[in-house]
C-alpha cells in the first residue's frame, strides 16, 4: 500500500493522537535530537510522521528509513561516522575555556578537511573553477553524505511502510519554499539532501530540473507545515528545536555571532506556535458569539469563516530546546567533535526523559479549545 493511502490510519500512542516529530535544522546540534529520540524510543513513543529541515531532515530519514528495531542503531552509526577520524579525539583537559578551545580547533578541522561520511573540501576550490558548475557555487562536496543516506536509510521501507516523512528545501530560482513528502510522492537521497544543501558550503541539489538549497534559508522549523496539513486529527507534536531563543546579551563579537545565530534559526518556532495560538482564539471567540445570536444569523457565512479558523483537532506541543551551554560558541553547528556529539546526545535523552516524566505531561488530556504548550525541559545548562 502506498504512503498516501495508509498514514492516516496510524495511532502510536494509544489515545488516537498522531505521534509528530518535528526537528529543526542546525547541524552539529542534531545530536541533541538523536538523544531525545532514544528517550521517546524507550518511552514507547513511536512517531507516525517526522517533519525534518537541513540535519533535522537526515535525522528524519534515518528514523523514518528503518524498522523500529534498527533506527536508534542506524542513528548510532550515522553520528559516530560523522565525528570519526580526527574528530573523535577527546579532550584531556577540565575547565570552560579549554573546552572552548578544544571545540574551536575541532571546528577549524571541519573547515580545513570536511566531515567523515558527510562533506569533503572542494580541490581546486571554487573560485579557480568555471562558473555554472556545481565545484563554482559551493566550498564542499556531499557526495559523501549520499553514500551515508544510502548506508543508513532504507529508501524503500521508507516510502511503503515507514512513518511519514516530509523535509523542507527552497527552490533557488525562486525562493519559493518546497517540501518533499512521503504521503504524496517518492523520497529519495536526493531530497534529503536537497534540504541540507546550506549555501555557500554546499551545492544546490538539482530535482526534476530545478534546483534546490536548505530549507533553513526560510523557515528552521516544519512546524507550520504539519499544523497546516494534518487535516482533522489530533496531534501530539514534538518540536525538538537546536536554537534557543533566549540567551546571555553579548559581551564581544564572538558573542555577537553565537547569538545572532541562535535568534535567527529559533524565532519561527514561536511565531508559528503564537500564529496558531491565536487561531484559536479567534475561533473559539467567534464560536461564544454564534451562540449568542439569534438563530437566524447563525448561518452567516462570515461567521462561518471565522468559526472554522480554529482547526477542528486536539493539538498537544511539547518543545524540547537544546539550551546554551558555557563552553559553546557560535561555531557549534559545524564543530563536529566526538565530545561534543556525545555531550549533546546526552542533554537530548536527558531532556526527553524530564519531560515525559514530568507530572504535567502525565496528568494531560486532549483538548479542542486551545492548542496545549510543554516546556517541561531542563532551562539552563
Not at 517526522?50 to 535525522?59: K, Q, R, T, V
Not at 512546524?223 to 496539513?229: A, I, K
Request: with cysteine; proline share 6%.
Amino acid at each position: 500500500m502506498s504512503r498516501k493511502c495508509d498514514w492516516h490510519n496510524m495511532h502510536s500512542n494509544g489515545s488516537g493522537e498522531l505521534v509528530v516529530l518535528v526537528f529543526q535544522g542546525g547541524g552539529a546540534l542534531g545530536a541533541y535530537q538523536a538523544g531525545a529520540f532514544e528517550a521517546m524510543d524507550a518511552a514507547g513513543m513511536a512517531p507516525d510522521w517526522l517533519a525534518g529541515i537541513s540535519i533535522g531532515s537526515i535525522n528524519a530519514a534515518i528514523i523514518a528509513g528503518n524498522r523500529p528495531h534498527d533506527r536508534l542503531n542506524r542513528l548510532h552509526g550515522f553520528w559516530n561516522r560523522v565525528s570519526s577520524g580526527p574528530l573523535a579525539m577527546m579532550p584531556v583537559l577540565p575547565g570552560v575555556p579549554y573546552r572552548k578551545f578544544f571545540n574551536e580547533v575541532a571546528a577549524v578541522g571541519v573547515m580545513n578537511t570536511g566531515v567523515p561520511g558527510f562533506f569533503t573540501p572542494r580541490f581546486p576550490p571554487a573560485a579557480m573553477m568555471p562558473e555554472g558548475g556545481v565545484a563554482a557555487t559551493s566550498h564542499y562536496s556531499t557526495a559523501p553524505l549520499r553514500d551515508s543516506l544510502l548506508e543508513f536509510v532504507d529508501f524503500e521501507y521508507l516510502n511503503t511502510e515507514g512513518p511519514r516523512l516530509s523535509i523542507g528545501a527552497v527552490e533557488v530560482a525562486t525562493g519559493n519554499f518546497r517540501y518533499f513528502d512521503s504521503a504524496k510522492m517518492k523520497i529519495g537521497p536526493e531530497h534529503v539532501m536537497a534540504s541540507s544543501a546550506l549555501p555557500p558550503g554546499f551545492a544546490a541539489v538539482t530535482i526534476n530540473g530545478k534546483q534546490y538549497w536548505d530549507g533553513g534559508l526560510v523557515s528552521n522549523t516544519p512546524l507550520q507545515y504539519v499544523l497546516e496539513d494534518a487535516e482533522d486529527r489530533d496531534l501530539c507534536i514534538f518540536q525538538v528545536d537546536l536554537f534557543s531563543a533566549r540567551g546571555a546579551v553579548p559581551r564581544n563579537l564572538s558573542d555577537v555571532a553565537h547569538r545572532e545565530k541562535d535568534i535567527r534559526f529559533s524565532s519561527r518556532t514561536r511565531l508559528t506556535t503564537d500564529r496558531f495560538r491565536e487561531k484559536h482564539r479567534i475561533g473559539a471567540a467567534a464560536a461564544r458569539l454564534r451562540d449568542k445570536l439569534p438563530e437566524a444569523l447563525r448561518d452567516d457565512p462570515d461567521l462561518a469563516f471565522l468559526t472554522a479558523v480554529a482547526p477542528a483537532r486536539a493539538v498537544t506541543l511539547v518543545h524540547l530546546i537544546q539550551r546554551q551551554v558555557a563552553s559553546e560558541t557560535q561555531s557549534k553547528y559545524y564543530e563536529f567533535s566526538r565530545a561534543s556529539v556525545l555531550d549533546r546526545w546526552a542533554v537530548g535523552v536527558a531532556d526527553a526523559r524530564l519531560s515525559l516524566g514530568h507530572k504535567d505531561w502525565q496528568g494531560r488530556a486532549k483538548s479542542r479549545d486551545h492548542l496545549q504548550v510543554f516546556d517541561l525541559g531542563r532551562k539552563d545548562l
